[in-house]
């Protein structure tokens, strides 16, 4: 039949199987890239400086590599692939959030340092693996993520140099002033930002509707215009639309909400059965006007909570 002339039932239906076969693809593409989601998010947080940035950096290079893949005629090798394409989506972030240091990653010394020169090593990659999340901030791009790369997720120089397209002698060079840099800064314990002494009231109230499953004066705390993002599952907007996603949380049993600090920002912790102090994962909440503007629950997204230092309000 000719399209031009297809009722709109037939759209409908041609339209209903167009967004079926995609949705298949869109999974098939996240279970193929699911081995490498965590390593991914240990270098994007540390890139952004924060668990919850990082994730949002790691959705938007899977959706950028996914709409890229379409276009090859031949499959990357994909776990440096991702590295680039990750590492070009935090940059873009850095510059939107205006926390680019001036040293471009184009411009990165290519001299290394004499190896005698260079921290040890071991001692190194224990340091980066301690670091504060913030921390990396204070490093040039180029450095925090020669940095990340080596002492954190273990790559060769040549992978590093691959994966961000620099000369060997760059990286080694970015690399020895990235851990200089990160060693000074954990010498200065002074610089670490003290954390707020209470949590503040408006998040301490939402915890205990939250845990009272007390939905309608939770809801009642909601923006007409708030949005949801259930990392890695599914978007919704408005008030009304929002508010299905608290009947997930009244039909599972058994789970606990903390308020405390994450990265230093004020999170809602979600603890599981059991008794660790340790959640499994987190809400972050983006309040305007005593109102919830934005709710980021990852929950399916649990590999988050396993590098947080998380700490639970008084």
């Given at each position: 039949?000719?399209?031009?002339?297809?009722?709109?039932?037939?759209?409908?239906?041609?339209?209903?199987?167009?967004?079926?076969?995609?949705?298949?693809?869109?999974?098939?593409?996240?279970?193929?890239?699911?081995?490498?989601?965590?390593?991914?998010?240990?270098?994007?947080?540390?890139?952004?400086?924060?668990?919850?940035?990082?994730?949002?950096?790691?959705?938007?290079?899977?959706?950028?590599?996914?709409?890229?893949?379409?276009?090859?005629?031949?499959?990357?090798?994909?776990?440096?692939?991702?590295?680039?394409?990750?590492?070009?989506?935090?940059?873009?972030?850095?510059?939107?959030?205006?926390?680019?240091?001036?040293?471009?990653?184009?411009?990165?010394?290519?001299?290394?340092?004499?190896?005698?020169?260079?921290?040890?090593?071991?001692?190194?990659?224990?340091?980066?693996?301690?670091?504060?999340?913030?921390?990396?901030?204070?490093?040039?791009?180029?450095?925090?993520?020669?940095?990340?790369?080596?002492?954190?997720?273990?790559?060769?120089?040549?992978?590093?140099?691959?994966?961000?397209?620099?000369?060997?002698?760059?990286?080694?060079?970015?690399?020895?002033?990235?851990?200089?840099?990160?060693?000074?800064?954990?010498?200065?314990?002074?610089?670490?930002?003290?954390?707020?002494?209470?949590?503040?009231?408006?998040?301490?109230?939402?915890?205990?509707?939250?845990?009272?499953?007390?939905?309608?004066?939770?809801?009642?705390?909601?923006?007409?215009?708030?949005?949801?993002?259930?990392?890695?599952?599914?978007?919704?907007?408005?008030?009304?639309?929002?508010?299905?996603?608290?009947?997930?949380?009244?039909?599972?049993?058994?789970?606990?909400?903390?308020?405390?600090?994450?990265?230093?920002?004020?999170?809602?912790?979600?603890?599981?059965?059991?008794d660790s102090a340790v959640p499994d994962y987190f809400i972050v909440l983006d309040w305007r006007d005593a109102q919830v503007a934005r709710i980021r629950d990852y929950?399916?997204?649990?590999?988050?909570?396993?590098?947080?230092?998380?700490?639970?309000?008084?």
């Amino acid at each position: 039949m000719d399209s031009s002339n297809a009722s709109p039932e037939d759209e409908a239906q041609r339209g209903a199987a167009l967004i079926g076969l995609l949705e298949r693809a869109r999974q098939e593409f996240l279970a193929l890239v699911q081995p490498v989601r965590p390593d991914l998010h240990r270098y994007c947080a540390r890139m952004t400086g924060s668990l919850a940035d990082g994730e949002d950096v790691v959705q938007e290079t899977l959706a950028r590599a996914c709409y890229e893949l379409s276009h090859m005629h031949q499959p990357p090798a994909l776990r440096p692939w991702l590295f680039r394409v990750a590492h070009n989506c935090a940059i873009d972030h850095l510059r939107r959030e205006s926390l680019r240091r001036t040293e471009p990653l184009e411009t990165a010394l290519d001299i290394a340092d004499a190896i005698e020169r260079e921290p040890d090593a071991v001692l190194a990659r224990q340091q980066a693996v301690r670091a504060a999340l913030a921390g990396f901030l204070a490093l040039a791009p180029a450095q925090r993520a020669c940095v990340i790369l080596k002492d954190v997720l273990e790559h060769s120089l040549e992978e590093i140099a691959s994966e961000l397209a620099l000369t060997v002698p760059a990286v080694k060079a970015a690399l020895h002033r990235g851990r200089t840099a990160l060693q000074q800064q954990a010498r200065d314990a002074s610089a670490q930002a003290s954390l707020p002494r209470e949590i503040s009231p408006a998040l301490r109230r939402y915890a205990v509707l939250f845990e009272a499953r007390d939905w309608d004066a939770v809801r009642s705390l909601l923006a007409e215009d708030v949005t949801l993002d259930l990392v890695s599952r599914r978007k919704a907007s408005g008030r009304q639309a929002v508010a299905s996603y608290f009947g997930n949380y009244d039909r599972t049993p058994h789970w606990q909400v903390m308020p405390g600090w994450l990265d230093a920002h004020e999170v809602l912790g979600v603890k599981r059965a059991g008794d660790s102090a340790v959640p499994d994962y987190f809400i972050v909440l983006d309040w305007r006007d005593a109102q919830v503007a934005r709710i980021r629950d990852y929950r399916y997204v649990p590999y988050i909570a396993s590098e947080a230092q998380f700490v639970p309000a008084r």
